[in-house]
């Protein structure tokens, strides 16, 4: 099997990409580059601008946010095979919320922005699922912000 | 004083009649023209009259009748009219000559006369020519200037191809006219006055028929005429449009494509060509009406010359030689009647078509001429203060754009404005820079008006970068240096000429009014830099650039440009030298995994199949194409040798499947054909009928065109970047076996277009940096790219090559509008240019608008410190930024705070904080 339909394959099996014609798909991947990123180097950094989206094909990638600039970034999270990385930022052309690192060898593919936005504007299917994942994340983070408000107020009363 | 009399003339509104522009342009040219025309009557008369005597003297025996008979030559007399006592003065008798000598005498004076006629011909036809080309362009240099003092404003009215066609071809057929406008008239006239009262002289009633009909022709004729060229006007109007409309086309084509507009601007096409074609077909048919009215009253003549005249004679009162003389005389009239008819048609036609263009040209509120005046004088810097006082600026439907604007200005002060879109912060900015007239108030510095301020003043001492990002194509070191151009400052150098400037350059550019400025001269004023000259030029380019953080861009964009080492033969072996250096760092370093150097042993990877086979560039010019290489007999041989023409043909297969699976529907401009390295999106459409064809016949049976369409397509291919799984250790094995074959004992046309890979030669077919690498960086690998051009960077510092490969980025050609640079590059050379020019204001109106914030902060800042003098860095000067992220305000020492066109708030942005509510949530 080649590259490329593995490749394809990848991007089958991640929901936003799921409801895309095949040949479509094919398309995505072909103009896209397969990059190995060394252990220990950095994909892009906080605040960077965002010009590609990364989806994880093997190896593992640590997450790191600085609550502060200047402060050192701690590690919120690892991504591993399958996982997207920065696709919201390359949607709202908004600088990079955190920096990620390659745990080990890392291989990704890389999405260019353009190439994203061109697949958007194309199909609908695509924007709607784009969409549907947004909505889901901001859920997401509403539920976590409540609980988290909740556990606070817990805390305050507490003390 | 001869000075100011061009400024006033050129601030007059231009001449709306054409002919008395003409008169007043060309009057002395005019007469003398006339003149020599009235000359040249003299020897076509006598051209006239001499075959007559040829014929019936020394031929036909006239004055001959003995055979010692002589008669006279050449003699040369005067005699006057009878009234005035008819004496006659001789002044040369001539010669007696006998009949034979006689013959050749006048036989050869009728050669002289054919050549003398045909000199006058020739002075005059090509006086009338370079008249008119003379006057040619000095329209189109008058024209051409007026539109560089337009208002602004007019701009937005106007479309730039309109203009360009009315200058470039509207008046290319005023060229031809001008020549003729005075001489033509007078002499058809003149021809026709003769003939005239010669019929006159014959017959009295048949002159009276001949004026009638004459009269008709002269009366109706014009009259028909209006029609056409009021047709002819409205075709010139559509045409313009129609220019202009596709000039729209061509400049919004991706609003086309991204509204799927194409059909509505087909539809509104073929209205316009409609229409276009009906006033057309119109004149088309009215010009031949004309055209046939015109010969039959040229023919109904000599139907009433016969039953009139014939009457007359048949009555006696007219002989028959005076008919047929009349009747001889009339056929040479309607040539010089018709002439003086069309010649009329196109002058009214002409005055129509220039008075259209010419009111386009008179346009209110043009700057006058003498703020425009090229100064070679050093321009005083500017200080005090400018003082504003209730500013306010329509646009052209007349709602506000900014409106009671009061405040001081310090040239010198460092301020940011800041205020929502078409908060009127913005507007402001353009009125100080000129670029907006003010509907009323003032703006004066020290006490004068700002406005009256002459554009060396303006434009020498205030710097401007606005947001718009238009950049006229030419190299990016004449882009950085244009700001600095307003005046030739040496004597001109005409050394990068190749041939040489005509020796009557200046004197016809005075004849035909155009500006004496030499071009050729060095324009670029480097006392204003900062420098002293010319060789200093590229350290200040490189601090802006390093300032605006394109710096890298710039060498980057060195690193793809191709060398010649012919011309640049010892940069060429420096970099030969560089390669070699980075080999041997190379070895053994991080780099190793970034790059894959050229090894005839190897196949390089990251390389196309093409490179690998070939394992060299092109020789010349033309680069070595995939269908050139399939199509070279050499190579064929070669590749059926190995059975690798099979393989590549299963692969070509492939390739052409996965295209038309991935491509087949996209429209051809799509951006994702980029990504497609081995086809065109042209060529795409070609394949599916070959594929068909290759499948059912297979490679065997296949026609060879067919054949290598297929085998083209593998050339391209990478498997490291298309990752199709297209070839194995095997397939390479043979392609390294070719390629041995390939270089073993090839034959001389192979050789000839062909240089293999040499380390110690540099390639002109190849980029710098593929030069220096000798290889080719690692497909897939994090920021290689990056990483190859930073190691690359570092060495051509140590080797001190850093300068000569900035300044060949700087001859990067940037493209029709600076396209070939991103909008965020365009802004910051826009930016790199105003620092360059060593102003005492630079105004910056929203200029970085399409970098990101953080790189517009840092550019702030840094531009900031150059303004205050922080770094020892040139002279200190005042700033105007309209900001775009207003949080770098509070790095100004005063921000201005616009909100629904006006001032609301003007302080120090610490005062601001405390106290203005509208500032905090902007700042924040």
Redesign the interface.
């Known amino acids: 099997m080649s590259k490329l339909t593995e490749e394809v394959d990848l991007l089958r099996s991640i929901p936003m990409f799921a409801g895309m014609p095949a040949n479509k798909l094919k398309l995505l991947a072909f103009a896209s580059d397969h990059i190995t990123v060394a252990d220990g180097d950095m994909l892009f950094n906080q605040g960077d601008d965002a010009d590609a989206a990364y989806i994880v094909i093997e190896g593992a990638a640590d997450v790191l946010v600085a609550s502060e600039a200047g402060a050192e970034p701690s590690r919120v999270a690892q991504l591993g095979r399958n996982s997207v990385i920065g696709d919201m930022a390359i949607l709202a052309d908004i600088p990079r919320t955190a920096s990620v690192r390659a745990e080990g060898e890392l291989e990704i593919l890389k999405i260019s922005r353009d190439h994203m936005m061109d697949m958007v504007k194309d199909s609908p299917t695509l924007a709607l699922a784009v969409l549907k994942e947004l909505v889901e994340r901001l859920a997401r983070t509403t539920h976590d912000l409540s609980e988290a408000k909740s556990e606070l107020a817990g805390l305050k009363k507490a003390s | 004083m001869a000075k100011e009399d061009e400024y006033d003339a050129a601030n007059k509104p231009l001449e709306t009649r054409l002919m008395r522009f003409i008169w007043r342009q060309t009057r002395g040219e005019q007469i003398w023209l006339l003149f020599v025309i009235i000359i040249s009557m003299v020897p076509y008369f006598l051209i006239l009259n001499l075959p007559v005597k040829i014929i019936n003297e020394p031929i036909q025996g006239v004055g001959f009748e003995t055979a010692t008979a002589t008669q006279t030559f050449f003699d040369l007399s005067l005699s006057l009219p009878e009234f005035l006592g008819g004496a006659g003065f001789t002044l040369y008798e001539g010669m007696q000559l006998e009949r034979w000598p006689y013959l050749i005498a006048l036989s050869c004076s009728f050669l002289a006369l054919v050549c003398v006629n045909g000199l006058f011909k020739f002075y005059i036809n090509t006086y009338k020519g370079r008249l008119g080309e003379r006057m040619l362009r000095r329209m189109r240099y008058n024209l051409v200037d007026r539109v560089l003092r337009f208002p602004i404003s007019h701009f937005k009215r106007v479309k730039g191809s309109e203009v360009a066609s009315m200058v470039k071809d509207e008046v290319e057929p005023f060229g031809e006219f001008i020549g003729d406008a005075y001489v033509q008239p007078v002499y058809l006239g003149g021809q026709a006055l003769v003939a005239f009262v010669f019929i006159l002289q014959q017959s009295m009633w048949l002159g009276m028929i001949a004026v009638s009909i004459i009269a008709v022709q002269m009366v109706i004729i014009p009259w028909l005429r209006k029609r056409v060229l009021e047709l002819g006007r409205q075709r010139q109007l559509t045409a313009r449009l129609l220019s202009g409309r596709i000039g729209e086309i061509v400049e919004g084509i991706t609003s086309v494509h991204?509204n799927d507009t194409s059909n509505y601007e087909r539809s509104e096409l073929a209205n316009r060509l409609g229409k276009i074609f009906f006033i057309r077909y119109e004149l088309y048919q009215r010009k031949f009406f004309i055209k046939f009215l015109n010969n039959f009253l040229a023919q109904l003549t000599p139907f009433l010359f016969y039953v009139v005249g014939g009457y007359f004679a048949i009555r006696g009162t007219l002989n028959v030689g005076q008919l047929l003389g009349v009747i001889n005389a009339y056929k040479d009239l309607p040539t010089p009647i018709n002439g003086l008819i069309q010649w009329d048609q196109k002058r009214v036609d002409i005055d129509i078509k220039y008075a259209q263009i010419v009111e386009q040209f008179n346009v209110t509120g043009m700057s006058d001429s003498r703020l425009q005046a090229a100064t070679t004088e050093k321009v005083e810097p500017l200080t005090g203060t400018i003082e504003v006082s209730n500013l306010q600026v329509t646009d052209d439907t007349g709602s506000v754009l900014l409106q009671d604007a009061d405040f001081t200005l310090p040239v010198d002060g460092i301020t940011a404005a800041i205020g929502p879109l078409g908060s009127g912060a913005g507007v402001m900015a353009n009125a100080l820079a000129g670029l907006v007239n003010p509907s009323a108030g003032r703006l004066r510095i020290n006490g004068s008006s700002l406005t009256d301020l002459p554009q060396s003043v303006r434009g020498r001492r205030f710097a401007y970068a606005g947001s718009e990002s238009y950049l006229p194509q030419m190299t990016l070191l004449d882009s950085l240096l244009y700001v600095n151009k307003h005046a030739p400052l040496t004597e001109p150098d005409y050394s990068c000429l190749i041939e040489p400037l005509h020796p009557r350059t200046e004197l016809e550019a005075k004849a035909a009014g155009n500006t004496l400025l030499n071009y050729y001269s060095d324009w670029v004023d480097y006392d204003a830099m900062g420098i002293s000259g010319p060789d200093e030029v590229l350290p200040r380019l490189r601090d802006v650039l390093d300032l605006v953080e394109m710096d890298e861009v710039v060498t980057g964009l060195a690193m793809r440009q191709r060398l010649d080492p012919e011309e640049t033969p010892q940069l060429c072996e420096k970099l030969v030298e560089v390669r070699s250096t980075l080999r041997q760092r190379i070895d053994g370093s991080q780099l190793a995994n970034l790059v894959e150097v050229w090894d005839r042993e190897t196949y390089n990877e990251h390389a196309t199949l093409a490179e690998n086979l070939i394992f060299g560039t092109a020789a010349q010019a033309d680069e070595l194409t995939a269908a050139g290489i399939v199509e070279n007999e050499y190579v064929r041989e070669v590749l059926s040798k190995t059975g690798l023409d099979r393989d590549m043909f299963e692969m070509g297969i492939e390739l052409a499947d996965?295209a038309i699976?991935?491509?087949a529907d996209l429209s051809p401009d799509?951006?994702?054909f980029e990504?497609l390295n081995f086809m065109t999106p042209e060529e795409l459409e070609a394949y599916p009928p070959v594929l068909l064809r290759a499948k059912e016949e297979g490679f065997d049976k296949l026609g060879a065109t067919d054949r290598n369409m297929l085998l083209q397509l593998p050339m391209n291919y990478i498997e490291k970047r298309?990752?199709?799984?297209?070839m194995d250790a095997s397939t390479q094995t043979r392609i390294l076996e070719a390629r041995k074959m390939l270089h073993d004992n090839p034959p001389a046309d192979f050789t000839d277009a062909v240089t293999a890979y040499d380390v110690t030669l540099y390639s002109p077919m190849e980029s710098v940096q593929d030069n220096i690498l000798f290889g080719r960086i690692a497909?897939?690998?994090?920021n290689a790219q990056e990483q190859v051009q930073e190691a690359i960077t570092d060495l051509l510092k140590e080797m001190g090559l850093e300068e000569e490969i900035f300044s060949i980025g700087l001859q990067f050609d940037i493209g029709t509008g600076g396209k070939r640079l991103s909008e965020g590059q365009r802004q910051r050379i826009i930016l790199a240019r105003g620092l360059l020019k060593g102003s005492d204001l630079f105004i910056v109106n929203r200029g970085l608008n399409s970098l990101?914030?953080?790189s517009q902060e840092r550019l702030v800042k840094k531009v900031l410190a150059r303004a205050r003098g922080d770094e020892g860095l040139g002279r200190p000067f005042g700033l105007l930024w309209i900001l775009t992220a207003p949080h770098i305000a509070t790095e100004f020492d005063k921000v201005m705070v616009f909100d629904r066109q006006r001032l609301k708030s003007y302080d120090e942005p610490s005062a601001l904080q405390e106290n203005d509510d509208l500032y905090r949530s902007l700042v924040s």
Not at chain 2, 779 to 782: L, N, P, R, Y
């Open positions: 991204v996965t699976e991935l491509f799509n951006p994702f990504q298309n990752r199709l799984k297209l497909q897939g690998v994090q990101d914030q953080r």
